[in-house]
DNA sequence: GCCGTTTTCGGCCCGACTGTTTTCAGTCG
């Protein structure tokens, strides 16, 4: 096949260039119209003209060319564990399998046993290939990290009731806190390699054993997640976690970055080329700066310019590394629906006044937002719904005076509203109810679908009301089920930082919106963040921490995020 | 195919695990 016998070298060319071009910040479209896509990392003259080539007519003549000799149903096959191309093409040529339902089809002749019959194929890699076939028709989408948080707490549970084990850390996108993880990693530090990775394989709830060797091993769990265990000692520990945190592209940078040093890095420790010595590392500190790097927090390693912030702040200079926000930095939660019955256009919250409050004060909070939905429109008249917002006014002031008088320690309780945006960028509540208001959160709950123009010019039009200060979820992604709206975002970040407009991290772990790539070109910009949990329950109200992950991916500090203010500071911003 | 404060040619991140073979290729993270 050319593909493949034009050489490896090649593959890894074209894998890089794609790779970059899926993490480029901007769009690379606008790179083309500029003339410079050979800016980006990886691509080249050759690469250029194929990109330039789909930017100008749609499509790629050269692989045009090259797909004509490999069938579609190679490339159904891929998806399926433990099949990678080489074994996808020998299977569908071999077997003489036609697109489309490739995996159906495969299924069948791994039915028969005619897979086992193939050269270079036996019986055990038919019996994995039809597990690889079950597995993929029951797997499907990535999970939220608040799942994937619960599942890998009972396995770090479970791995520390061995004797062996002196720490156990969770690895991979679950301690980068990307907002959807695919397999769960997990790391223990043991002075028995070989026991701790046996009471790893006799984990009670497993459905089987994946992979099992000396040093790692792979189980499924129930939901079909693949569960990975690391094992080490503790000399060579921070090596572990630096190799196995990721990101893969922050790690393959990272080794490149030490090729340059004459270093070579591995899971075991960093290695002198010219001596071939082997240093282990106990601490991932100790990693970092072996490298003459400062520390890189997980959240940052996604080869998205923290390793040369790394450099530059190891040798004290800037830009640096940013010191990134945390959770105790937060001071109120900008955005709580309560169970006050303002007869809303979507879901009330469950919990009263009383009982939100008593929870802010116990995570430390000096202040928080009630922001129910608006009245439903269609079931109200606009004096109906003035009538309402009254209401809720007259109550939340009634509460404010008795948190004043009888509270050790004063929570103060905006009066705010979350607006919906009509299709038409109005909002939706009558004007003389935003008088009743000290400000609004405004969002998009329908019409999903418009052009990228008319949706920034209905998300500008509502923002442009003088009461409406927070753009909350501004995509408006659901996590697994809805994609984000299109919105130009240069324009809506230049309008927020110009008119004193704020963009909302919501914490819901379906949601986390704005997302992280979004966040960290909102600070690059200078737009002030709040966050809000959008809590429906007083139980929510923990999700915080899943909006300061988000914030931290995006190399948010405390100075940009306005609920890490005090009141008086947010008061002022606000109203 | 890309790239260079050792290089415009000769390399390209690194190692574990599996299955099918007797020394390694393919896949994965």
């Known amino acids: 096949m050319y593909l493949y016998a ?61 797909l004509k000799s490999v069938s579609p149903a190679v490339f159904e096959l891929i998806p399926l564990e433990g099949i990678g191309p080489k074994l996808a093409y020998k299977l569908v040529n071999e077997l003489k399998i036609k697109p489309p339902d490739a995996i159906s089809k495969l299924k069948k002749l791994v039915l028969k046993g005619e897979i086992a019959k193939l050269e270079g194929f ?32 009972l396995i770090v549970d479970w791995m520390k009731n061995d004797a062996s084990v002196t720490r156990v850390d969770t690895l991979g996108s679950l301690r980068r806190k990307v907002s959807t993880i695919g397999d769960i990693d997990i790391a223990c530090c043991t ?24 040093k790692k091993a792979s189980i499924i769990i129930p939901g079909n997640i693949q569960v990975d265990l690391m094992a080490q000692r503790p000399n060579a520990y921070g090596a572990l976690l630096q190799h196995f945190t990721g990101s ?32 282990k590392l106990a601490s991932e500190e100790e990693f970092y700066h072996s490298l003459s790097l400062s520390y890189i927090p997980p959240e940052l390693r996604e080869d998205t310019g923290e390793i040369q912030a790394a450099e530059s702040d190891f040798k004290n200079q800037t830009p640096g590394l940013p010191k990134l926000i945390g959770l105790t930095d937060i001071k109120g939660d900008l ?39 608006n009245p439903s429109r269609s079931k109200h008249s606009d004096k109906q719904i003035i009538d309402l917002i009254k209401r809720k006014k007259e109550s939340i002031e009634k509460l404010n005076y008795s948190l004043m008088h009888n509270n050790k320690r004063v929570i103060s309780v905006f009066n705010s509203l979350e607006v919906d945006i009509k299709s038409n960028g109005d909002l939706s509540i ?18 999903f679908r418009l052009s990228k123009e008319l949706m920034t010019k209905r998300v500008l039009q509502a923002l442009n009301h003088p009461k409406a200060k927070i753009f909350a979820h501004p995509t408006g992604r659901k996590l697994n089920e809805r994609e984000g709206v299109e919105l130009d975002w240069d324009k809506i970040f230049d309008y927020a930082k110009e008119n004193n407009k704020f963009i909302e991290i919501n914490a819901d772990p379906m949601r986390l919106d704005l997302p992280d790539y979004l966040v960290k070109d909102a600070v690059k910009r200078g737009v002030m963040l709040t966050m809000g949990t959008d809590a429906h329950h007083v139980d929510h109200m923990i999700n915080m921490r899943y909006a300061v992950y988000v914030a931290r991916r995006g190399w948010a500090q405390k100075v940009n995020v306005l609920n890490t203010r005090p009141f008086k500071d947010v008061k002022m911003l606000l109203i």
């Open 248 to 279: 893969k592209h922050h790690n393959i940078a990272l080794r490149e970055y030490a090729r340059t040093k004459s270093k070579s890095l591995s899971e075991y420790g960093i290695r002198n080329l010219k001596t071939k010595k082997l240093k």
């Open 430 to 447: 009558p004007e003389a109810a935003f008088d009743c208001l000290d400000f609004v959160l405004v969002s998009i709950h329908s019409v």
């Open 6 to 66: 034009s050489g490896k070298s090649r593959i890894i060319a074209y894998e890089r260039a794609a790779d970059a071009v899926e993490h480029l910040s901007s769009e690379a479209k606008d790179l083309y119209d500029e003339g410079k896509l050979e800016d980006i990392p990886g691509v080249g003259a050759s690469i250029a003209a194929n990109l330039s080539d789909i930017f100008k007519t749609g499509k790629s003549k050269h692989f045009e060319a090259l």
């Open 335 to 373: 955005q709580i629906h309560s169970n006050f019955d303002i007869e809303t256009s979507h879901d009330l919250g469950i919990s009263s006044y009383r009982v939100i409050i008593q929870k802010a004060q116990e995570l430390g909070y000096e202040y928080l937002a009630f922001t129910d939905h």
């Open 191 to 214: 002075n028995d390699v070989s026991k701790t990775i046996e009471h790893f394989v006799n984990y009670p709830d497993k459905k089987r054993v994946l992979d099992r060797g000396d």
């Open 122 to 153: 036996g019986e055990d890699s038919q019996a994995s290939i039809l597990k690889a076939i079950d597995d993929y028709k029951e797997s499907g989408n990535r999970h939220l990290l608040n799942y994937a948080e619960s599942v890998a707490n």
